[in-house]
């Protein structure tokens, strides 16, 4: 079974920054394109960040661009969401998960096979 664990999750102020990391088992991170998705409450699921299994190819949401980056490390097998200048409108539950390898990744949820359990990320003064 593959398997996603966020890990990161915390309290921080506004313009603060955080890591997110989700670590990959069972299959090696090199066959799944991996997707950062978050859930605030009373709103839906939304994509925040994507990368492909080779690292070379990522998106974000434009809500995100400039201030998110995420980013592979192969031998670790964990993939990580650097998250820079954080608003109050980015608290939710953060989720990674994995879809088979493609070209391009993607910010909708229809395609991931595997999620994980989220960790809580608050941005708070």
């Known amino acids: 079974q593959l398997l996603l664990v966020e890990s990161g999750g915390d309290l921080v102020q506004p313009g603060g920054s955080l890591r997110l990391s989700c670590a990959v088992s069972?299959?090696?991170?090199?066959?799944?394109?991996i997707g950062w998705f978050r859930q605030a409450p009373g709103k839906e699921r939304e994509g925040v960040s994507c990368?492909?299994?080779?690292?070379?190819?990522?998106d974000s949401a434009d809500s995100v661009k400039g201030r998110f980056t995420i980013s592979i490390d192969s031998p670790k097998n964990t993939v990580y969401l650097q998250m820079n200048s954080l608003k109050p409108e980015d608290t939710a539950i953060y989720y990674c998960?994995?879809?088979?390898?493609?070209?391009?990744?993607?910010?909708?949820?229809?395609?991931?096979?595997?999620w994980g359990q989220g960790t809580q990320v608050t941005v708070s003064s």
């Open positions: 069972g299959y090696a991170v090199d066959y799944y394109n």
């Open positions: 990368v492909t299994s080779s690292g070379g190819v990522t």
């Open positions: 998960a994995a879809e088979w390898a493609g070209r391009r990744c993607r910010l909708t949820t229809r395609e991931y096979d595997a």
